[in-house]
């Protein structure tokens, strides 16, 4: 079964500086790779997903990702992060079985100093 | 695209009562998901619909969980005899497609909190 490991609980980062968000995930096939952002009492936004080809993929509000599969990780980056940028970040692995769900990280919490 | 809506926003009942949430998929969106999240977690999958067949149940749906899809739109999630331990966010989700590559939507959720 697949799983998926965030390693930082919660990251404080000042406004203007850069993000790297880590995870990594455990799965014997290529996975589907997702980020999620929740803002508090929301449901989950997609911020982007990798399926397959390019490693480096864009996503919506700056942010980009890389999957890495001899690290078996897929980690978030952002140049230079907005106050607005606050918020629970989920790791999520899918594949491609047709019937399973996706398979959640436990979140990193980002807070954004000025 | 109106999004997923999920109804009540929130709930709060005293243990032991019955609680019923609805979720609205994205209209041409095929396949459903109720998940559950408590604080400081990421979802935890419940279970799925393909149109009105409801195909995975996790081992977290105990007997007193039950949910339903009847004509392959909106699904209900209802809980018998509630205990504090379900007190949570329920997030439905909803997809298109057969594949795991195809992105899930997520409402805002249900909050539910046990007296």
């Known amino acids: 079964a697949q799983s998926v490991t965030q390693p930082d609980i919660h990251i404080t980062v000042s406004e203007g500086a850069s993000l790297e968000l880590r995870c990594n995930y455990s799965?014997?096939?290529?996975?589907?790779l997702f980020w999620y952002v929740q803002s508090p009492g929301q449901g989950l936004q997609l911020l982007l997903k990798?399926?397959?080809?390019?490693?480096l993929v864009q996503g919506i509000k700056g942010f980009e990702a890389e999957f890495k599969r001899s690290q078996s990780s897929f980690n978030l980056r952002k140049p230079s992060v907005h106050w607005s940028d606050a918020a629970e970040y989920f790791c999520?692995?899918?594949?491609?079985?047709?019937?399973?769900?996706?398979?959640f990280g436990k979140g990193t919490r980002l807070s954004v100093i000025a | 695209d109106t999004g997923v809506s999920q109804d009540p926003r929130h709930k709060i009942t005293k243990r032991g009562q019955n609680v019923t949430f609805r979720c609205d998929p994205i209209?041409?969106?095929?396949?459903l998901y109720w998940y559950r999240q408590t604080l400081g977690q990421g979802p935890e999958f419940l279970t799925y619909?393909?149109?009105?067949?409801?195909?995975?149940k996790s081992r977290l749906l105990s007997d007193r969980f039950s949910a339903e899809r009847p004509k392959g739109s909106f699904s209900t999630l209802e809980i018998q005899r509630t205990e504090q331990g379900d007190s949570a966010m329920y997030l439905c989700?909803?997809?298109?497609?057969?594949?795991?590559?195809?992105?899930?939507?997520f409402g805002d959720g249900t909050r539910l909190s046990i007296l």
């Open positions: 209209s041409e969106h095929n396949r």
């Open positions: 989700a909803s997809s298109y497609g057969q594949g795991g590559n195809q992105p899930q939507h």
């Open positions: 999520a692995v899918g594949v491609y079985s047709g019937n399973t769900p996706l398979v």
């Open positions: 619909f393909q149109n009105e067949a409801q195909l995975e």
């Open positions: 799965y014997g096939a290529t996975p589907y």
């Open positions: 990798y399926f397959s080809g390019d490693t």
